[in-house]
């Protein structure tokens, strides 16, 4: 799996025009799953994202995590974009809806209950407009294959 982790200050997502979620401050999970990730990674990064101190303190130092705020994640098969061969992106490595659809369900349930309550979501395979402000700008890319 692999995650573009934003902080923001709000997001939200659109299909067809209507607002379908939106947060206030959090982080928006961009997540693409490739076709061997497992519950395993599943599990591991979740728990990375729920505890990941990029939230400041009173000092202003990244010492807290988004347990306080909120979490809108959002399926994103681009992220495992090939673009070695021409300059159409392969997408071949990304995992097909039968086993992301599944995944992706998982990682909802998974998030919640590392992070005590409910998250928002966008709609997995929509076309969706995201609106969102960036806070910091901090961004943290973080894949499942490259665990440290």
Known sequence: MKVVIQRVKKASVHIDKQEVAAIQIGLLLFLGIHENDTEEDLAWLSSKIVNLR?????????????????????SQFTLYANTKKGNRPSFISAAKPDKAIPLYEKMISQLQADLGKPIKTGVFGAD??????NDGPVTIVIDTLNKE
């Open 128 to 133: 969706m407009q995201i609106e969102l402000v």
């Open 54 to 74: 990029i939230f400041a303190d009173e000092n202003g130092q990244m010492n807290l995590s988004v347990k306080e705020n909120e979490i809108l994640l959002v």
